[in-house]
């Protein structure tokens, strides 16, 4: 299984095609498989509008923990054609642990300008105590252009 998933990553667009199988690859028994098909869902782009809503069922389904935070990751890599994510995302930086803050903020940010509405919670998770969500946080906001850069001298 894993050499298809492997060439279906390098075929990359072209493979359109396998998204409904990758898809339903998200409750596969086998975890190492339900792990994988985040990353090749976001490797096959263009995305198609059933990708981000199973992306989102493999984040928030209770299921298997690596496979949930493999789909945060997933719609960060995807960035800005997750917008529908948003709200889920937002969520996500409330998560008790601190991988899954992080991921989501870093997430937020790829999306980009798009994410306004979760600048209020990036805000919160910028004052995170875990520096790795903070620094998320904080780089997110900037990806928004909620802050302006610092200048060099």
Known sequence: ??????????????????????????????????????FILAALGPITTNVIPALINALTNDGDWYTEENAL???????????????????ELKHFHPDFREFAAEALGNIGPKSKSAIPALLAAERDQNIAVSDAARSALLKIEVVAPAKAP
């Open 1 to 38: 299984m894993y050499s298809a998933c492997d060439a279906l990553v390098l075929i990359g667009p072209k493979a359109g095609q396998a998204v409904p199988a990758v898809i339903d690859l998200l409750n596969d028994h086998d975890c190492e498989v339900q792990r994988s098909a985040p």
């Open 73 to 91: 990751r997933a719609i960060g890599l995807i960035g800005p054609a997750a917008t529908n994510a948003i709200p889920d995302l937002v969520l």
